[in-house]
């Protein structure tokens, strides 16, 4: 370094503003650098957002046609009763069950089993419920629809038949009751 540049770089930082210049320039750059993170944070949110939406959407439209793919399901059963020509018909029906099924496989969608499962609100929607002591209370007996879900939701709850426990009955008050004595006070 010259003479000169050594006298210059004495008088700046002899310079009393030299401090708080560069106090400003720090909080710019941690300005400049936060709004830089911001921007790239909101514009993650977003897209995370979009696919989500996306999925919502797609999950929704196919939620549509469960009930057509259970017509379809229903009509074959029956069909392995028919004549040869309708097994026949049923046979390519069958195939285009497959395609549709092969459908909601392709866009993570599957059927799940309930019966024998125990009963959740998040899987299941239970239409009926039967008093019995064979099998623990909330276990389902009976799947009156198949249940389809995602892999980040319930596209269609199950609806299902679930086992509660039989009521236990007191006999002495309910000899009361018969006998119109609950009620009297003497």
């Known amino acids: 370094m010259t003479e000169e540049e050594v006298a210059a770089n004495e008088e700046t930082c002899s310079n009393p503003e030299t401090p708080s210049l560069q106090a400003q320039l720090d909080e710019f750059k941690d300005k400049y650098l936060r ?9 993650k949110r977003l ?19 469960l009930p057509v793919i259970d017509n379809f399901e229903t009509a074959l059963r029956h069909a392995d009763s ?9 046979f390519g029906f069958q195939m285009i069950l497959a395609q549709f099924k092969e459908v909601l496989h392709n866009h993570g969608i599957v059927a799940f089993h309930s019966e024998g499962c125990q009963f959740d609100p998040s899987y299941h929607d239970a239409v ?20 389809y879900k995602s892999a980040t939701r ?3 709850p199950a609806r299902v038949k679930v086992a509660r426990a039989p009521r236990k009955t007191d ?4 000899e009361a009751i018969q006998n119109g004595q ?5």
């Open 35 to 43: 709004a830089l993170a911001d921007g790239e944070n909101a514009r």
């Open 47 to 65: 897209a995370k957002e979009k696919q989500e939406m996306l999925r919502f959407g797609i999950d929704n439209a196919i939620g549509e046609f």
């Open 182 to 186: 609950e009620g009297d006070q003497s």
């Open 154 to 156: 319930t596209i269609r």
């Open 128 to 147: 009926e419920i039967a008093e019995t002591g064979d099998v623990p209370e909330g276990t389902i007996l009976q799947e009156f629809t198949k249940g």
């Open 82 to 90: 028919a004549s040869s020509e309708i097994k026949n018909w049923a």
């Open 171 to 174: 006999l002495p008050e309910e």
